[in-house]
């Protein structure tokens, strides 16, 4: 089969074989299962990690959300679009579920379920690897490489950049018959990258196209903000509405031209529909709202709340003559980043405005720990027993918030970081009070709920 294989590939052997071959070589891994939990409809418009997921099932059982770009396999996404809509209603079709609409509701819940594993469906994220998932990696990665090749070849791509695409595919497939499935993982994705090289696609492209997107949504949500405030203000708005809704339709023209891979169509569309949306606050007689500046403003009003908070207790714990540690020189920093962050916002340095604020933010933390802190655990077994149980509780909460946001496909990345941090400091915590370490304990489990509430703020 080796000899074969390659013979056919040095002979020019199409595509579409090509694919055929590749499936044929996996038929012990046909079965393979992405296991997702699904615990809410996914329908158009919604956005998740079970979204992903749910792509990522389509293409393994060949529902192909697309064959190649955005939602093919290995480049799947989390939103529900109307590729993924059609490749769900294939599969519901093929599963005798009507109708197939494409809605995946209770019945493509449990027609899943009863689909993988007899029902029993349990989210897993190895974090090593298994062989068979390697082998199921370097799959997905070949077929999208043969995707983009076809793809580049129908559009008369560069004949060069092709001819390279084809030898890194032939290496991709004799790695994978010789069993190294990451590095035909690695052939694959660079026979892929040559194939969209050959067409003119570039991934800078791509990337320039979704901040333009990103930043059109975020600018017709603030313009639809301005002209509610101006009708509730009883001010004329002219024909705003009609403007804005304008904008809208361009906005899907351009996010369908992305799923298009028309990356040049976007910049236009992105560009036109924000010109409407100018056009929209003259309509209103009002500034344009910059994202980056409503950001920026929005956090030097939280610093001067937390600032005069955090003065406000100082106050108070120095009226009790409770020990305050360096909370006022940590304050006092504060006060001077805050002014900093204020000349920044003049300057239009948003993103500094941004930085700065946050550094403040942080001194002003350390300020209030340095004040709770001070005498808030006796150094001896019981105030090192309250802290370990305080952080404890704190553990416990957060754990709970994390299971919460992942049933709601919420991403908890950040939240899982600082809860590992904060039951290491735990962990530590425990080992200094079998030393009878009384100080240490309180440091450790201090340490551990600081990372506890990280991770709470950050879901």
């Keep these: 089969m080796y000899n ?22 996996l038929v012990p891994f046909a079965n393979a299962q992405t296991a997702c939990n699904f615990t809410r409809d996914l329908t158009l418009g919604v956005e998740g990690e079970d979204v992903r997921c749910l792509q990522k099932y389509l293409n393994a059982k060949g529902y192909t959300v697309a064959t190649s770009g955005v939602g093919s396999p290995g480049r ?10 059609a490749a769900v209603a294939k599969w519901q079709s093929a599963n005798g579920l009507s109708p197939a609409s494409g809605y995946f509701g209770s019945k493509s819940r449990e027609k899943y379920k009863a689909l993988t594993s007899g029902g029993a469906v349990t989210p897993t994220t190895p974090t090593t690897p298994t062989t068979g998932g390697a082998t199921v990696e370097a799959r997905v990665a070949i077929l999208a490489a043969v995707s983009a090749y076809e793809d580049a070849v129908d559009d008369k791509g560069d004949k060069a950049d092709l001819q390279d695409s084809a030898s890194l595919l032939h290496d991709a497939f004799v790695s994978f018959l010789n069993g190294n499935y990451a590095q035909a993982k690695n052939f694959a994705n660079s026979a892929e990258d040559k194939a969209d ?3 003119g696609i570039n991934n800078d492209d791509e990337e320039e196209a979704q901040d333009a997107l990103d930043t059109l949504e975020e600018d017709i949500d603030n313009a639809w903000d301005e002209f509610n405030d101006a009708e509730d203000d009883g001010d004329e708005t002219g024909d705003a509405n009609e403007l804005l809704e304008d904008a809208e339709d361009l906005l899907d023209e351009a996010q369908d031209a992305f799923d298009d891979e028309d990356y040049d169509e976007v910049m236009d569309l992105a560009d036109e529909a924000t010109d409407l949306v100018e056009d929209a606050y003259d309509e209103m007689d009002r500034d ?29 714990a120095e009226d009790d003559d409770d020990d305050v540690g ?35 933010l942080d001194l002003i933390d350390d300020a209030l720990g340095e004040i709770e802190g001070a005498g808030e655990y006796d150094n001896d077994e019981d105030g090192a027993q309250e802290a370990l149980n305080d952080a404890d509780d704190l553990i416990d909460e957060l ?9 709601d496909g919420d991403d908890t990345d950040d939240a899982e970081d600082f809860l590992e941090e904060a039951e290491h400091a735990y962990e530590e915590a425990l080992d200094a009070f079998a030393d009878e370490d009384w100080a240490e304990v309180i440091e450790e489990a201090e ?7 990280d991770g709470i703020d950050s879901l």
């Design 4 to 25: 074969s294989l390659t013979r056919r590939i040095a002979s020019g052997m199409t595509i579409v074989a090509l694919a055929l071959s590749a499936f044929a070589m």
């Design 76 to 85: 799947e996404t989390n939103q529900f679009k109307e590729k993924t809509q």
């Design 197 to 199: 090289e050959s067409v």
């Design 288 to 316: 344009m709202v910059d994202g980056d500046e409503q950001d920026a403003e929005e956090a030097l009003d939280d610093l001067s709340e937390e600032l005069q908070d955090a003065w406000d207790e100082f106050d108070e």
């Design 326 to 360: 360096d909370a006022e020189d940590l304050l006092e920093e504060a006060d001077e980043l805050q002014e900093e962050a204020e000349d920044a916002f003049d300057d239009e340095d948003y993103d500094d405005v941004i930085d700065l604020v946050e550094e403040a």
């Design 399 to 407: 754990k709970d918030l994390i299971e919460e946001a992942e049933e």
């Design 447 to 453: 340490d551990a709920m600081e990372a506890a509430e």
